[in-house]
């Protein structure tokens, strides 16, 4: 089963870019966009009829959005988490399978000048206790743009960006939570080293000499690491200032 992430940054641009290309390239079993900034009535269904789709879309026009799209129809959708506080900008949609939860996030960005980072940090605590509720029952698949470099291998220039939003202390620090409660970064269970980055700066040409960060993730529950048999980042994937990353499992 492969299971592919990717933050679009605005699933109608895309879809006039690369989208349906990679999509017949990739042929994930199911695949989680974040940043769709749409409904389903604002875009025309042109991906292939064997994919089923699970929005979340955000009150606001333009803004934020969840979708999945999967193969298999899950047993179960739920859109937020079920916190009035959080759930108006559409950032998490969980569909259940089988044998696991499939939890898809867009993380809430801290802003350039940190005004949402006591926001960020509620939410961090939130989502977490939702994401542990959820592995009571069964294993937790959860990916996204986390809008978080974890350790500083994690992005190109990391003495430059200490204070700056998705590298403060703070967001590490509810990273590290997910960590220390037994989500594995499938990622790093496969590369250790720095280099790889799955966001680049639209700005001063970033992507070219990969002066990146790596901000989207694929986390599960330990139980699930004997089934993971890889993870990568599909960096030379162009269409938004984000590339798609993702996992096998058996």
């Known amino acids: 089963m492969k299971i592919i992430s990717w933050n679009v940054n605005g699933l109608r641009a895309v879809l006039r870019k690369n989208f349906l ?3 017949d390239a990739e ?3 199911i695949l989680c966009l974040q940043e769709t900034k749409a409904t389903p009535d604002d875009v025309e269904q042109l991906w292939p009829a064997s994919y089923t789709t699970y929005w979340n879309s955000a ?3 333009g803004y934020s959005g969840t979708v999945i799209f999967t193969r298999t129809r899950p047993f179960h959708l739920t859109q937020g988490i079920g916190m009035a506080a959080h759930d ?3 950032r998490v949609v969980t569909v259940e399978y089988e044998k696991f939860f499939l939890v898809n996030v867009y993380t ?3 802003q350039r000048e940190l005004t949402r ?4 940090q509620q939410w961090d605590r939130d989502f977490l206790r939702y994401l542990k509720k959820l592995e009571k029952t069964k294993p937790v698949i959860f990916c996204g743009d986390l809008n978080v470099a974890h350790t500083e291998i994690d992005l190109a220039n990391p003495k430059a960006n200490v204070r ?3 590298f403060t202390a703070e967001e590490r620090a509810g990273f590290g939570e997910l960590i220390k409660t037994g989500f594995i970064d499938t990622f790093r269970e496969f590369e ?4 790889h980055y799955t966001w680049w700066s639209p700005m001063g040409g970033a992507r070219s000499p990969n002066v990146g960060w790596r901000l989207d993730y694929f986390l599960i529950s330990t139980a699930l690491r004997p089934r993971l048999k890889s993870a990568f980042i599909r960096s030379e994937v162009m269409g938004s200032d984000h590339c798609p990353v993702g996992i096998e499992l058996k």
């Open 21 to 23: 290309d990679y999509l």
């Open 88 to 90: 108006k900008e559409g």
């Open 59 to 61: 009150e606001k026009k």
């Open 108 to 110: 809430p960005n801290s």
């Open 164 to 166: 700056n939003h998705g």
């Open 192 to 195: 250790k080293g720095g280099g």
């Open 117 to 120: 980072l006591e926001y960020r």
């Open 27 to 29: 042929k994930p079993d």
